[in-house]
């Protein structure tokens, strides 16, 4: 496609549970809000309505604040987050702060890595990112979004999944929700030996054993070439 220069990927996405409730409604009290205020519903968030809220910070350490129960060695946890006058923002673990994920939003970068936190930063339209921040840990913890001192970002769907990466946004209301597994699947071709996937970020998975029903890998296929 000359007007698509990207080639298109399958996205296919495992089960995953959006752990935070309430994930776009900040006013409510599951999330801390320590020396920081929420103004409710303010922007046009990324889903194009007027839900998104504004994060001040109204002192050192300023910032949004969860609880998490972890059950699992990595998660995930994410959030849409657009530029108000705060030209950072960190996904932070308030219960141990070295690990930490700085971002830049007027550059769209991962400025700094803290701990055993790992970040991804995504540009979307209006401004609009999502930054996530993979951490390992065997304990409960508690995580916050963080703008500089005194200054504000914009927030929007917030989401933790037991995962070592971000998947596609959850929302959420005040119960956890759950997206079923993606599956696609064909009947093999007579003759074939070899299937190799090729992922987005060019890595492969080559598969011997063939089934007499291929289902495609969960993750961001670019390529399936049957030999």
């Known amino acids: 496609d000359p007007l698509n220069p990207e080639c298109p990927s399958l996205l296919l996405e495992p089960t995953v549970t959006n752990n935070f409730t309430y994930s776009e409604d900040y006013s409510q009290s599951v999330w801390t809000k320590s020396n920081s205020t929420i103004t409710s519903f303010v922007s046009i968030s990324p ?59 007027d550059t769209g970068v991962v400025i700094s890595e803290g701990g055993s936190m790992t970040g991804v930063i995504k540009s979307y339209s209006n401004n609009w990112y999502r930054i996530s921040a993979t951490h390992t840990a065997t304990v409960s913890q508690t995580f916050g979004l963080k703008p500089e001192t005194l200054k504000s970002v914009y927030v929007w769907g917030g989401q933790m999944e037991e995962n070592n990466y971000v998947t596609s946004y959850v929302p959420t209301t005040n119960t956890i929700v759950t997206r079923t597994n993606d599956v696609c699947s064909i009947t093999t071709p007579l003759g074939v030996t070899t299937i190799t996937e090729t992922f987005a970020d060019n890595t492969t998975n080559v598969i011997t054993s063939i089934p007499t029903t291929y289902i495609v890998s969960n993750g961001l296929i670019k390529k399936i070439i049957m030999n």
């Open 47 to 105: 889903n194009g309505e007027l839900n998104a809220s504004l994060l001040t910070s109204t002192g050192s350490n300023g910032g949004l604040f969860r609880f998490a129960s972890w059950t699992t060695t990595q998660r995930t946890i994410s959030f849409f987050v657009k530029k108000d006058n705060s030209e950072t923002v960190q996904i932070y673990n308030a219960s141990s702060s070295t690990n930490n994920v700085v971002f830049n939003l």
